[in-house]
C-alpha cells in the first residue's frame, strides 16, 4: 500500500540544500506518496506563524535550515507541543566543522549564494554551453573545459547544462557519419574531449520517441537497426582512435555522468 506523508521544507534562503536532502533521502523508499510543502526565504517571526498553521492542518515530517536562534526556538517548541518529527540535518556538519576549526559559524542565511568569483563564473560557464551547443561555434572550443562528443540523442545536451551549473565550460559536438566534425576537434589541447555512447536499443527508443513527440514518421533511417549499430560503431572508432575517455551513458542519469566527467577533470589535472 501507499504511504502518504506531508514533507515540510523549511530554509531561510533558497533552500537548494533542503529539496536535494529530501530528494536523496526519499529515493530510498518505495510506495510513497509525498506532499512538498516548501517554504524558502523564512526570516521573519510573523512568516513562520503562517507557515506553522500549515504545518498544524498538514502534520508530517519537518526538515529545516534556518539559522536565526529566535525562529529555530519557536518553531522546535512549536512543532514539538504537536508531536511532529523536526530535523535539522545541517547541524550535525556545522558542530563537526565548529570542533575542527576551532570557531563559531557566521549564522548568516543564504551565504553560499553570495555573489562571488565563483558566482560569476558559473555565470561564464552557462552562457558559454549555451553558445556552443550541437557544435556551434567551434572555433572556440579552446576556450572550453569540456568537450562532450557522441552521436544524437546521447544526452549530449543535458549533460552539458548540467556541467555548466557546476561551473564548466562545456560544448558538444554531434557524431554524424556523412558529415564528420572539424578537423580542430582533434587538434584540442586546453579542453578535456569525452565521448558519449549508449546501447542501439536505448538509443532507437528515445530517437522514436522523439519522432513520435514532433509528430514525425518513426520509421526512417534515424531509428534503422543497421544504421543506429554502424554510427555508434564510427563514433567508437572515433574515440579510440584519439584516445578520448568514453562514458556508457545507457544506464546513467544524467547527474551520474557529469559526476563521472568531473572525476575525469579531476584527475586530469592531479596527473597535470
Not at 574531449?193 to 546501447?199: D, P, R, Y
Amino acid at each position: 500500500m501507499t504511504t502518504r506523508l506531508h514533507l515540510h521544507l523549511l530554509s531561510d534562503s533558497t533552500g537548494e540544500t533542503l529539496e536535494n536532502i529530501a530528494k536523496a533521502a526519499l529515493a530510498q523508499y518505495d510506495d510513497v506518496e509525498t506532499v512538498r510543502h516548501f517554504w524558502p526565504m523564512v526570516r521573519t517571526e510573523s512568516h513562520l506563524e503562517r507557515i506553522l498553521q500549515e504545518i498544524a492542518q498538514n502534520p508530517g515530517l519537518v526538515i529545516y535550515t534556518l539559522v536565526n536562534l529566535a525562529t529555530r526556538r519557536i518553531l522546535e517548541s512549536r512543532c514539538h507541543a504537536l508531536g511532529l518529527p523536526i530535523v535539522a540535518p545541517l547541524d550535525p556538519v556545522n558542530a563537526a566543522l565548529s570542533g575542527l576549526l576551532g570557531q563559531q559559524a557566521k549564522m548568516r542565511p543564504g551565504r553560499q549564494h553570495v555573489l562571488d568569483a565563483a558566482y560569476f563564473a558559473r555565470v561564464d560557464a552557462i552562457q558559454f554551453t549555451i553558445a556552443h551547443d550541437d557544435g556551434i561555434a567551434w572555433e572556440e572550443w579552446e576556450e572550453a573545459d569540456i568537450v562532450l562528443a557522441g552521436v544524437s540523442r546521447s544526452s549530449k545536451t543535458p549533460t552539458s547544462i548540467y556541467l555548466a551549473n557546476r561551473g564548466y565550460k562545456t560544448a558538444n559536438i554531434p557524431i554524424v557519419v556523412e558529415s564528420p566534425p572539424p578537423p580542430f576537434l582533434f587538434t584540442l589541447k586546453r579542453p578535456l574531449v569525452v565521448g558519449l555512447t549508449t546501447s542501439a536499443d536505448r538509443l532507437i527508443a528515445i530517437r522514436r520517441n522523439r519522432l513520435l513527440s514532433l509528430n514525425q514518421a518513426p520509421d526512417t533511417d534515424y531509428v534503422e537497426q543497421e544504421a543506429v549499430n554502424r554510427e555508434l560503431t564510427f563514433a567508437r572508432r572515433m574515440f579510440a582512435d584519439n584516445d578520448w575517455p568514453v562514458i556508457d551513458v545507457t544506464r546513467r542519469s544524467i547527474e551520474e555522468t557529469a559526476a563521472a566527467i568531473i572525476s575525469l577533470v579531476n584527475q586530469r589535472k592531479a596527473e597535470a
